[in-house]
């Protein structure tokens, strides 16, 4: 059982909904993923059952992302149809991607001794990490013994700094994590349309930012106060 605690009281949060509980119940996985499933086709060629024993919760909240802003998605055992080079260009980035998230922890956070920018951070190394799980395929339970990409292996080790370094310095995880999913999907532009950053004429995977979105660092921020974390 997994407790995803937003906010003060009794209420939990689960993709857009709010379950009211009595203080000490938990919110199941299942709950969640179930809701999941409903609304996205994510894992369509997987039976059901399967689905809800084997993908992480991680996995599940960021696949909303993806398919809300067309990040590549490809589940467990999928076949992979993707040209060669558009392959490995897809490993160059997401490996870039987790490089530059992990990099932006350590200078802006840690370096600074700023921890709302660490839990920042470490929420979005593993926002991250765990979208690399969907666009490559590559989930470390499926298939234990294969021989990884670079970027998975990277991939995996980035995240498990990222969950270390929450143990470590007592933050709440999946309460940081829920607050940058949330800030990433309200990226949606005021027309409803999702837009790229375009980098030297060039069109990138970066979604770009509407204007008047709010970073999720103010709410990190009343979060750990929350928390009584010493800032």
Known sequence: MLRVRLRQGNQYYAMGQVFTADEDQELPPTKVREYLLRRYPIYDNTPRE???NWF????????EFHYRFRHPVLP??????TPAEDWQNLQDFR?????????????????????VEVADGIADMAYVA???????????????HAVRMVATTYNEECLDRALKWSLQFGLPFWDLFILVH??????????????YI?????????VEKPPGWVEPNGRIRD??????FPL
């Open 130 to 144: 765990y979208g690399t799980r969907l666009a490559l395929g590559e989930y470390p339970y499926w298939k234990p």
């Open 50 to 52: 399967h689905a809800l």
């Open 182 to 195: 949330e800030a990433n999907m309200a990226k949606v532009w005021p027309d409803g349309t999702v837009h």
């Open 95 to 115: 490996l870039g991607f987790a490089k530059e998230e992990e990099r932006e922890t350590r200078e802006l956070g840690f370096d600074q001794n700023d921890w």
């Open 198 to 206: 375009v980098k030297d004429g060039v069109q990138t995977k970066k």
């Open 76 to 81: 467990p055992g999928a076949v992979n149809d």
């Open 56 to 63: 992480h919760l991680g996995e599940l909240l960021v696949s």
């Open 223 to 228: 979060l750990l106060e929350g928390f009584h």
